[in-house]
């Protein structure tokens, strides 16, 4: 995980350079916020995932411009899902709210990214189509890949 993320940090540097922006990776969450998320989401995390925000506590832009990269909540402020059994779901995919934890939006583009408790996998959501990730270090891989040759 650490060179996923050495590599997602470098992408997003050279990129924010090459287009005048502030790119803010979050300081690593320490264990009392990792644990005090899992007992808000009744829920373990994944290993990688729970790796990734010890590292790196989510992203963000500071300078209003479109993001290249899904911006990944820091853990305080990942959303936590409602008390009431949400029955809605996702365009044609099937993708049910009440088996997901959002972790990361580009609401104006109707993007988000969820981790699936049910199948273990990261689902990358964008207006109807869904791309699966095996976890969210396939996903991370990708992503960084991806912004590299932006």
Same mark, same amino acid.
């Given at each position: =995980?650490?060179?996923?993320?050495?590599?997602?940090?470098?992408?997003?540097?050279?990129?924010?350079?090459?287009?005048?922006?502030?790119?803010?990776?979050?300081?690593?969450?320490?264990?009392?916020?990792?644990?005090?998320?899992?007992?808000?989401?009744?829920?373990?995390?994944?290993?990688?995932?729970?790796?990734?925000?010890?590292?790196?506590?989510?992203?963000?832009?500071?300078?209003?411009?479109?993001?290249? =990269?899904?911006?990944?909540?820091?853990?305080?402020? =990942?959303?936590?899902?409602?008390?009431?059994?949400?029955?809605?779901?996702?365009?044609?995919?099937?993708?049910?709210?009440?088996?997901?934890?959002?972790?990361?939006?580009?609401? =104006?583009?109707?993007?988000?990214?969820?981790?699936?408790?049910?199948?273990?996998?990261?689902?990358?959501?964008?207006?109807?189509?869904?791309?699966?990730?095996?976890?969210?270090?396939?996903?991370?891989?990708?992503?960084?890949?991806?912004?590299?040759?932006?």
């Amino acid at each position: =995980m650490d060179v996923i993320v050495a590599r997602l940090t470098t992408a997003l540097r050279t990129w924010a350079d090459a287009h005048a922006a502030t790119v803010v990776i979050g300081d690593p969450a320490g264990e009392p916020a990792l644990a005090r998320l899992e007992q808000a989401l009744a829920w373990k995390l994944p290993a990688d995932y729970r790796a990734f925000l010890a590292l790196a506590d989510g992203r963000r832009r500071d300078d209003g411009t479109e993001s290249v =990269m899904i911006d990944l909540f820091p853990s305080a402020r =990942m959303p936590v899902p409602r008390d009431d059994d949400q029955r809605e779901t996702l365009g044609e995919d099937d993708i049910a709210l009440d088996h997901v934890v959002i972790i990361g939006a580009v609401p =104006m583009h109707n993007l988000y990214v969820f981790l699936d408790k049910t199948s273990g996998e990261t689902v990358k959501w964008m207006q109807f189509d869904a791309t699966r990730f095996s976890d969210f270090t396939a996903f991370l891989t990708a992503e960084a890949e991806a912004l590299a040759s932006a």
